[in-house]
């Protein structure tokens, strides 16, 4: 597992919330949306979607006992279409302290719902190939694909009576 992912599955551990964020009529926007929903759709608990108002929607999850908040949104950081990030708060606030297609920038509503409840914000971001159409580009499907087997794994690991025993061999019965 690579180091993020090692640091993602920490975030997961305990009560956390996934918080879909995106407007899917512009194109690869609307990453995190479509992240959520599949998860949604997997049977995933704590996921939601906030779509293109994360500052009403990520407050009353505060609210609501999370330690952790995740927030799935995809973002311009300079990466490769399709690439992720993953950010704490701290540094959710240095990349994007004022710039936004949001009301508040991602930064301004960690700071905010950190201070006000104590809630640890994250950020998984997803590098946008095109913010044109109304559907994700084949490179962000492919992502959005593959993270929600990720995420899907670590919210849901295999019970430890899913593995099967070793077989012996050269045992005759």
Do not use: Y
């Amino acid at each position: 597992m690579h180091s993020w992912q090692t640091t993602l599955a920490a975030i997961l551990n305990g009560h956390a919330a996934l918080v879909g964020v995106g407007n899917p009529d512009h194109g690869d926007d609307g990453a995190g949306v479509v992240l959520a929903e599949a998860l949604r759709t997997a049977g995933c608990a704590n996921v939601f979607v906030a779509g293109a108002t994360p500052e009403e929607t990520a407050p009353v999850l505060a609210r609501l006992g999370f330690e952790r908040l995740l927030l799935l949104d995809a973002v311009e950081f300079g990466g490769q279409p399709g690439d992720t990030i993953l950010l704490s708060s701290r540094e959710i606030q240095s990349r994007f302290p004022q710039i936004s297609t949001h009301k508040l920038s991602l930064g301004t509503l960690a700071r905010m719902i950190e201070a006000e409840r104590g809630v640890q914000v994250w950020l998984l971001g997803l590098q946008p190939a095109s913010l044109k159409g109304s559907h994700l580009s084949p490179v962000m499907q492919a992502t959005v694909q593959a993270l929600t087997g990720l995420l899907r794994g670590l919210l849901h690991p295999p019970p430890m009576n899913a593995v099967q025993p070793i077989p012996k061999h050269g045992v005759d019965s």
